[in-house]
């Protein structure tokens, strides 16, 4: 753990700068983390909502269950820690989470007025 001396008042202002920035995840891990934001299984909260300055994002990632747990691939590491992303990639899950409940819900939506019965058991010719 790195310690800042607390009368090193200019130390402790760079290091604040830098928690408000955030930083990016690597270009698989954000790929990882699209995917399960996706899903639904991102959790994002701005890093400081009342600091109009700071921009950075706090992310948190549960693991997939399910066919999920299975199908996808992701680094133990994701599910270890509370992420702090920058504002470009916080931004980008941001839609990438809304995209994923949109199109979620409209396969559910078509599920639900889907008729299985007449597609396999329905010929067309009066049978």
Same mark, same amino acid.
């Given at each position: 753990?790195?310690?800042?001396? *607390?009368?090193?008042?200019?130390?402790?202002?760079?290091?604040? &700068?830098?928690?408000?920035?955030?930083?990016?995840?690597?270009?698989? =891990?954000?790929?990882? &983390? $699209?995917?399960?934001?996706?899903?639904?299984? @991102? *959790?994002?909260? %701005?890093?400081? %909502?009342?600091? %109009?300055?700071?921009? @950075?994002?706090?992310? #948190?990632? =549960?693991? %997939?269950?399910?066919? $999920? +747990?299975?199908v996808l691939?992701?680094?133990?590491?994701l599910f270890?820690?509370?992420?702090? *992303?920058? &504002?470009?990639?916080?931004? &980008?899950? *941001?839609?990438?989470?809304? =995209?994923?409940?949109? +199109?979620? $819900? $409209?396969?559910?939506? +078509?599920?639900?007025?889907?008729? !299985? #019965?007449?597609t396999h !058991? #329905?010929?067309?010719?009066?049978?």
């Amino acid at each position: 753990m790195k310690t800042i001396s *607390v009368t090193d008042v200019g130390q402790l202002k760079n290091e604040l &700068a830098k928690y408000k920035k955030g930083k990016k995840l690597e270009i698989r =891990q954000f790929n990882q &983390a $699209a995917r399960l934001a996706w899903l639904g299984l @991102a *959790v994002l909260s %701005p890093l400081d %909502p009342e600091d %109009p300055d700071c921009r @950075a994002w706090l992310l #948190y990632l =549960q693991r %997939p269950t399910g066919l $999920a +747990e299975h199908v996808l691939l992701a680094d133990e590491e994701l599910f270890l820690h509370i992420h702090m *992303v920058d &504002a470009e990639q916080g931004e &980008a899950l *941001v839609r990438i989470i809304e =995209q994923g409940v949109k +199109e979620r $819900a $409209a396969q559910l939506d +078509e599920l639900n007025r889907r008729d !299985f #019965y007449f597609t396999h !058991f #329905y010929r067309g010719d009066g049978t």
